[in-house]
């Protein structure tokens, strides 16, 4: 257990160190901070003042070891456009990002498992088959289209005419095709302030609402692929010997599909979970884009635009760390999960 | 309780089939025989004869598309293939014990001893968990396994394969069944552990009066485990008797090729014989007698092919204590009953 | 040259007769699939000959043109059968030239991905020891942060180093570079395992006795064995390549409007799918979607079909 954190430590140090270089590049390399600070108008005497007192005249490692130290004790510098501490702007914007992710993972997980389950065991049924069609279709679909498609449906809402409206059954399909729209797509409302520094959009009916289109278009982009791949373990593991053998026991079929086979595909679900997080991160910049919901990946992208480098800087060493801390998680309940493997990384 | 003699579990003209894009495979074909209560009896053959989807259809776990087409299965003179799966699963396990070929991988590798021995128990009795856990420590220590309270907490691959074929065997009889099948119980294991396996189903099968249905290819394991033998060939019994008959004084051509292909330690530097040729695969079975292309005894002794071997199933004919489904030893029998054992 | 042309016949004959073409007559999806690929493809190359208009020239747009419906609603105009977009283009011709934008940076990506993947996969599989340990490492860190928010770091880094109108300038170019430097480890990954099972072969070995040096042993011998995954994983990667693509650009760290690509076409159509003109944006992202649907369906063909027992001879 020790060596295993050990040489987690170890990993996530370095992983850090290779996210503060690019992040103490960036800052070296492209944010001007003297101009940012004096304005156009600075003399040149002000200005070798100025570089002489933040240090910038150092040597390049001697500048890095400033950054990284003082990126230790969590300080990235001001904001240029919200003039207060980086980190400070992100922990704001930050909670919204993470009820995102959180509410849509949830949804994944809770649609994903009996999806997967059902079109191993059931795979020649016509529900199956369109699952996995569906599931093919919903690869190729870029999150953005499908939160776009979201909005048209249930936030515009259509229209249909497409069959004739003079008759009875075709005014009926048109009825039944067309959507009412009405849910919110803009934003995250007011959320509710819990305990003082937390504002949720659990708390309340309203936040739900909010929450709700956003969160369901990261999580159709995330179901395909974990029904997949819990379906293609769970018909590995549904002919193996010890599921013939809980069979062979008389075992209950549905404690067998649930417990015996689902437990043994859960390890490879941690494993695609883990390396997905990374790939979530990066689908939530393009659902806040869409939904202008106010979260951190919002802010990341309004930060380029406005060439805002400590807080592009802060950002990614904030995802870089969320990274390493989620990974490093992943490997643990891997482990606590897979008794094959003991804590310390040895084959037991 | 059973005053008639009436035997435990009957098969009768049991044919299983695998309906297959590319053609039927007929596993078991025409197959009959019976278990009586308490009796050990084993199944021998190559491998691909048929016995392992013998032993799953009398338990209806055949592996899709596999179905039985025809035939009966009575335990306790009750039908078992007409039984819904739901009431097939009350006698799986509690009634109908199986054990496994491969320990390691029988055993679920994510779910603790405890758990899978509990979980079987509970399947089919209501009982608590402290009960359950105190009947599993007993069956663990009537498979011998040291410090059972430990076992219960590890999982399977913190156990050796003796060790996991003992645990097996301690589910076997969990819930006392009537008949315990075997399929290649020790092939996966080390010849010194297959020895103990083989004493310990023998001497727990006597004490819990179970039936037991060991299938092996191996005719030693048949011979040390067993009272009775039914040797399979393409599907079919080829000879069936007391086992000490089939390996003294073997009658099938096929059986003996079988013995003379075991080794011997009393005869050194022997060469080994062998069947020439190999088992046909299940679905292209050859007409007549299935055995007939590797027979020696295909030809009359005027050197021409025999025709009732080419062309007719033969059918078991009795010959001594035991049953022989061959042709030649049929004649031999109609010609000179006396000289009946010229081999 | 007489030799030349009985050589091509054959080989064209020995292609007719592989298993890969026997396996493509009897799968109906794959079939359909690669005709809608041939369709697609091709009008996407013969845009400026069938496309009803060009949409770079500015002297052929009429701003009173703007936001009309495709033919299938009220309102609509038989010039644009798909309607235009808020500039008054039209919406199927901005499909066409935006998808060979799109199509070219996913195919110029791969293709960077690929050599830089490969090559390194290569070299770490068969060099080993502290060189596979340090690539691998890198692959690692890489494949955790996911190859898209690489993108989107790169892109960035770029946009904010060189200023916007630089990245409008060379939209192709970085956009290449961008996506072929941030998904190389999916190549480098497969290669390398390949390597791995490929390097104790005895043919390996020969070549190592005939006294070849590593370069060459890698190059001629263990490279040619390794293509068939590289195939595979090549197609999925165009595909993803192209999503990418898209949403970097939806991103805003993508084509300029003045050029667009589908992404950006979806983009700047987004603006108007609140007053109702939904077609401007779900119009390019259906064709995207079917883009890259034929695509992955195509590449899980592929590997079906290449997986079970490759087929020794042409492909």
């Known amino acids: ?348 | ?343 | 040259m007489k030799q030349d042309r009985a050589g091509t016949e054959t080989r064209w004959r020995r292609f007719g007769d592989s298993y890969f073409v026997y396996r493509l007559r009897r799968d109906r999806l794959a079939q359909l699939c690669l005709a809608l690929f041939v369709l697609m493809m091709a009008s996407i190359l013969a845009a400026p000959w069938i496309a009803p208009s060009n949409p770079y020239d500015l002297a052929q747009i009429d701003l009173l043109d703007s936001e009309l419906p495709p033919f299938w609603l009220a309102g609509s105009e038989p010039g644009f059968p798909l309607g235009t977009d808020a500039q008054g283009r039209d919406l199927l011709s901005t499909i066409l030239y935006g998808a060979r934008v799109s199509i070219a940076i996913g195919l110029g990506a791969v293709m960077l991905q690929a050599m830089l993947g490969t090559a390194l996969g290569l070299l770490a599989g068969y060099r080993g020891g502290v060189i596979d340990t340090l690539l691998m490492r890198l692959v690692d860190i890489q494949l955790s942060f996911s190859t898209l928010m690489m993108a989107i770091i790169i892109g960035a880094v770029v946009k904010t180093a060189f200023g916007g109108a630089f990245y409008g300038d060379y939209g192709v170019v970085i956009l290449i570079l961008v996506i072929g430097l941030s998904e190389w480890p999916q190549y480098a990954r497969t290669v390398r395992a390949k390597v791995l099972v490929e390097k104790h072969k005895d043919y390996v070995d020969a070549a190592r006795v005939l006294g070849y040096s590593g370069r060459r042993i890698m190059l001629r011998h263990i490279l040619p064995n390794t293509l068939s995954p590289i195939l595979v994983i090549s197609t999925v990667q165009i595909a993803n390549a192209i999503m990418a693509e898209a949403a970097l650009s939806f991103l805003g760290l993508g084509m300029p409007e003045t050029q667009p690509s589908l992404g950006s076409l979806i983009k700047s159509g987004f603006d108007y799918l609140q007053s109702g003109s939904w077609w401007i944006t779900l119009l390019p992202g259906l064709f995207l979607v079917a883009f890259v649907l034929v695509v992955n369906l195509l590449g899980d063909w592929l590997r079906d079909t290449l997986n079970p027992r490759l087929p020794e001879g042409p492909l």
């Open chain 2, 1 to 343: 309780m059973r005053a008639n003699p009436m035997a435990l579990l009957e098969v009768e003209h049991l044919d299983v089939r695998f309906p297959l894009r590319r053609g039927e495979i007929r596993a078991v074909r025409d197959l009959s025989f019976s278990l009586e209560r308490g009796e050990r009896l084993g199944i021998v053959g190559e491998s691909g004869a048929g016995k392992s989807v013998l032993a799953f259809s009398l338990l209806k776990l055949l592996s899709r598309p596999g179905r039985i087409v025809a035939g009966k299965v009575r335990f306790e003179g009750r039908e078992l293939t007409s039984l819904s799966e739901r009431q097939f699963r009350r006698l799986r396990g509690n009634r109908l014990a199986m054990i496994f070929q491969d320990p390691l991988t029988t055993l679920n590798p994510v779910l603790t001893i405890g758990q899978q021995m509990i979980e079987s128990l509970k399947a089919h009795r209501r009982l608590s968990t402290r009960r359950a856990r105190i009947v599993a420590i007993d069956k663990l220590r009537q498979v011998q396994v040291s410090s059972p309270e430990r076992r219960l907490e590890q999982y399977p691959h913190q156990l050796s394969g003796g060790l996991c074929q003992r645990v097996v065997i301690a589910i076997a009889l969990l819930l006392e069944p009537d008949i315990i099948i075997a399929d290649e119980p020790t092939t996966a294991l080390d010849v010194t552990i297959q020895a103990e396996i083989i004493t310990l189903l023998k001497r727990l099968c006597d004490e819990h009066d179970v039936g037991l249905i060991v299938i092996s290819h191996d005719l030693g394991v048949i011979g040390q485990l067993t009272q009775r033998t039914l040797v399979m060939y393409a599907g079919r019994i080829v000879e069936q008797g007391p086992t000490r008959e089939i390996i003294n004084d073997a009658q099938h051509p096929y059986t003996q090729g079988l013995i003379n292909a075991l080794p011997q330690m009393t005869l050194p530097r022997q060469r080994l014989h062998q069947i020439p040729g190999s088992m046909p695969t299940l679905s292209e079975v050859p007409s007549g007698c299935a055995f007939n292309p590797r027979c020696a005894y295909r030809m009359t002794p005027e050197g021409l092919p025999r025709r009732d071997c080419i062309e007719n199933v033969p059918q078991p004919v009795r010959s001594g204590e035991c049953q022989v489904a061959c042709h030649w030893v049929a004649e031999l029998i109609a010609r000179e009953p006396s000289e009946e054992r010229a081999t």
């Open chain 1, 1 to 348: 257990m020790i060596m295993f954190l050990i040489r987690r430590l170890c990993q996530a140090i370095m992983v850090m160190f290779v996210i503060s270089v690019i992040g103490f590049t960036l800052q070296s390399g492209l944010g001007d901070p003297v101009r940012q600070l004096l304005g156009q108008a600075a003399t040149d005497a002000d200005i070798m003042a100025l570089r002489q007192s933040l240090g910038l005249n150092d040597p390049l490692w001697l500048q890095y070891l400033h950054f990284a130290g003082n990126a230790m004790r969590l300080d990235f510098g001001n904001s240029y456009f919200f003039h207060e501490p980086a980190l400070e702007v992100i922990a704001r914007y930050l909670p919204a990002t993470l009820e995102l992710i959180v509410t849509s993972a949830v949804i994944t997980l809770l649609l994903a498992a009996p999806m997967g389950v059902y079109c191993a065991i059931r795979p020649r049924s016509w529900l199956s088959k369109t699952l996995m069609g569906l599931s093919v279709v919903g690869i190729s679909v870029p999150v953005f289209l499908t939160a776009m498609v979201l909005i048209q449906l249930f936030s515009i809402g259509i229209h249909v005419t497409l069959f004739p409206e003079g008759t009875g059954w075709g005014s009926w399909l048109n009825q039944a095709l067309s959507t009412q729209g009405g849910m919110p797509a803009y934003g995250r409302g007011s959320p509710v302030h819990v305990w003082g520094v937390w504002s949720t959009n659990f708390a309340s009916w309203r936040g739900w609402l909010y929450l709700l289109l956003p969160a369901l278009s990261l999580a159709f982009v995330m179901l395909p692929l974990f029904v997949r791949l819990i379906r293609a373990e769970m018909l590995e593991v549904l002919e193996s010997d010890y599921v013939r053998y809980a069979r062979a026991r008389g075992i209950r079929a549905s404690r067998i599909y649930f417990l015996h086979a689902l437990k043994n595909t859960l390890l490879p679900v941690i494993t695609l979970g883990g390396v997905q997080i990374g790939t979530l991160a990066a689908y939530t910049l393009l659902t806040e884009t869409v939904f202008q919901w106010p979260g951190a990946g919002l802010m990341f992208l309004d930060a380029i635009e406005r060439a805002d480098m400590p807080l592009i800087v802060a950002y990614l060493m904030v995802i870089g760390a969320i990274f390493v801390v989620i990974n490093t998680l992943v490997d643990l309940l891997y482990r606590v999960l897979n008794p094959r493997i003991t804590i310390s990384g040895r084959p037991a």
